[in-house]
């Protein structure tokens, strides 16, 4: 069992805004700053977003958010090559180690 | 430009060992820790290990403590990750990753990933 929570599954249309959510606790999402990483057909994952901040080469059709122990990824104006399993991930101090949702879907319909 | 490649992947019985490299260039080894992810087939990322930039400060997922070890040398812009006691549930692609900060218990994240190296733990 993961030790942050994701949707297992979110469909959108191109076009559409869709927003992922990752929920976890005060020792890790209410400490430390969420990264999403996308990963496209079991491929090679890529940071797509820290915190509310855009890795270089990422569309800026991503923006991340947090509240509390709730992280969001919204993709505002999907595209079929937004499709891939997206995962997030932060420190946790209480098990000392770096903790990763168990990923979500995201179908574009 | 940033690099990560693995090596030291393969089949071994269970109960065996294996030694995983990661050779890093394109940026500066020592100023960065280095960690360790897992992906067993068709499922989810799993985080084992982190070594900080100097090496001196290691951590380790619960599932792997006690069997794994994490070490690096820096002269030779390399990490490894010594598996014994391998067990089948230990089959998973090997990511080695690279950290945003000099110790992964500072607020950073892992910002480059290599191609993984395939590990398949069985009789």
């Known amino acids: 069992q993961s030790a942050l929570t994701q949707e297992a599954s979110v469909s959108g249309t191109v076009g559409q805004k869709v927003t992922l959510s990752c929920t976890g606790n005060?020792?890790?999402?209410?400490?430390?700053?969420v990264a999403w990483y996308q990963q496209i057909s079991h491929g090679v994952p890529k940071l797509v977003m820290f915190?509310?901040s855009l890795p270089s080469g990422i569309p800026d059709r991503f923006s991340g958010s947090k509240s509390g122990t709730t992280a969001s990824l919204t993709i505002s104006g999907l595209q079929p090559e937004d499709e891939a399993h997206y995962y997030c991930?932060?420190?946790?101090?209480?098990?000392?180690?770096?903790?990763f949702g168990g990923g979500t879907k995201l179908t574009v319909l | 430009e940033v690099q990560l490649v693995e090596s030291g992947g393969g089949l071994v019985q269970p109960g065996g060992s294996l030694r995983l490299s990661c050779a890093a260039s394109?940026?500066?080894?020592?100023?960065?820790?280095m960690s360790w992810v897992r992906q067993a087939p068709g499922k989810g990322l799993e985080w084992v290990s982190v070594?900080?930039?100097?090496?001196?400060?290691?951590y380790y997922a619960d599932s792997v403590r006690g069997r794994f070890t994490i070490s690096r040398d820096n002269s030779k812009n390399t990490v490894y990750l010594q598996m014994d006691s391998l067990r089948a549930e230990d089959t998973a692609l090997y990511y080695c990753?690279?950290?945003?900060?000099?110790?992964?218990?500072?607020?950073?994240?892992?910002?480059?990933w290599g191609q993984g190296t395939l590990v398949t733990v069985s009789s």
């Open positions: 990753a690279k950290e945003s900060e000099v110790v992964a218990t500072i607020d950073g994240t892992i910002d480059f």
């Open positions: 394109g940026f500066t080894f020592s100023s960065y820790a």
């Open positions: 070594s900080s930039g100097g090496g001196g400060s290691t």
């Open positions: 005060s020792n890790n999402i209410g400490s430390y700053t």
């Open positions: 915190g509310s």
């Open positions: 991930s932060t420190w946790d101090y209480r098990l000392s180690a770096r903790v």
